[in-house]
């Protein structure tokens, strides 16, 4: 069986949408596409009249050199977000199929789901937001097409053990595709599976350049999988998914000055994460700060709501999670630069926090 036995027919069958640009290309005279022959005001070279190139090699070669995949197991996309959008369109035939996901987690899964009227299977997290493997297999049944992990969690911040995500892996063999989503992995101790996906046909993930790569504007993101995968999603893409003056940030980001300072960058969020979370932890009202591999802490308060006002006053807004299962007292921190850290913090520490004293007309 092939992992694509698991996709729709009729998108494994149909007619992609052929462009001009993918039809013909490198001509001196370019009449082919009904662009203007003349280049926008202010495009300082880019070349900004002419379609893009669908998926840029220069731009997919770093990415497979960064990533560790053949040139021919990643595509590129607007973001992760879209990635997850397309891999749901292929696989789920609405009104039929599944999706199972393990909540508190990232809200997109759903939301695609629900686009595609696709089932949304919910298997919780544990209580400490480790994942129940063996609840999450037993959820699989034959409707379900994709298994979404989340590592590290948004919200939560916390990573998969790498071999309970080969554990699911193994097990939903020639049943799902099993779609694991990095967004966050760069900030982690662990590393990306995307070397698993040689050995499994059926693993896809999703990585960004959205949070650790400081481009979350130019909307860039990465499905790793199986060729024949990639060949699909690729039918299903728009023609021109990507910006040029987006592909053109990315490079000069992806360069090796680029990288180096990106680097330097996740070295200051880890550091900072240490730090803030020993500090939040000693703050009057404070509950818990949850252990996170990410560039966030999910904390939780005695009272949320005010602590969210009371940031909010001093102009600091973060992530209102109480609507999360399981997180019903927490806020979402995205760690910033130190200084503004530290801000959090003596807003935090100054007294309206635990004295309910916030001159609070809002409520
Ligand atoms: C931010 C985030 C994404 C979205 O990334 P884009 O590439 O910006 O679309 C995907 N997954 C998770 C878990 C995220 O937190």
Redesign the pocket.
């Known amino acids: 069986m092939s992992v694509l036995d698991l996709a729709r027919p009729e998108i494994r069958s149909m007619q992609p949408y052929s462009s001009a640009r993918t039809e013909a290309g490198g001509g001196q005279i370019m009449l082919n596409a009904n662009e203007s022959p003349w280049a926008p005001n202010g495009d300082e070279g880019l070349g900004c009249n002419r379609y893009p190139d669908p998926q840029p090699e220069a731009l997919l070669q770093t990415l497979a050199a960064l990533y560790g995949v053949r040139r021919n197991q990643l595509c590129v996309g607007?973001?992760?977000?879209?990635?997850?959008d397309l891999l749901i369109r292929a696989f789920c035939r609405a009104g039929e199929d599944a999706i199972v996901i393990q909540p508190p987690?990232?809200g997109?899964y759903s939301v695609c789901a629900r686009i595609q009227n696709a089932a949304v299977i919910e298997v919780p997290l544990a209580e400490d937001f480790s994942l129940d493997v063996d609840a999450l297999l037993a959820a699989v049944t034959p409707a379900v097409k994709l298994v979404f992990l989340?590592t590290p969690?948004?919200p939560s911040g916390r990573s998969i053990p790498r071999a309970e995500i080969e554990r699911v892996a193994q097990a939903l063999a020639g049943r799902a595709l099993l779609v694991v989503?990095e967004?966050?992995v760069e900030f982690s101790d662990q590393r990306s599976v995307v070397d698993l996906i040689d050995r499994y046909e059926h693993l896809a993930v999703?990585r960004?350049?959205?949070?650790a790569w400081a481009l979350?504007g130019a909307?860039?993101?990465s499905l790793l999988a199986n060729a024949e995968v990639i060949e699909l999603i690729r039918r299903i893409m728009p023609p021109y998914p990507l910006p040029l003056p987006c592909v053109a940030a990315a490079l000069v980001e992806l360069s090796p000055t680029g990288q180096a300072s990106a680097n330097e960058k996740i070295g200051i969020v880890r550091a900072q994460r240490l730090l803030m979370s020993k500090a939040l932890a000693q703050v009057p009202g404070v509950r818990e700060v949850l252990p996170s591999a990410a560039n966030f802490l999910a904390v939780r308060f005695d009272d949320a709501a005010s602590v969210y006002r009371q940031l909010q006053q001093a102009g600091i807004v973060v992530r209102d999670i109480r609507r999360y299962p399981n997180l019903h007292d927490a806020l979402r921190i995205t760690l910033g630069t130190p200084a503004e850290n530290a801000r959090v913090l003596s807003v935090l520490k100054s007294p309206a926090v635990d004295g309910r004293g916030v001159a609070d007309g809002s409520a």
């Open positions: 607007r973001g992760s977000d879209e990635m997850i987690t990232f997109m989340c969690n948004n989503d967004a966050y999703l960004t350049l959205s949070k979350a909307r860039i993101g």
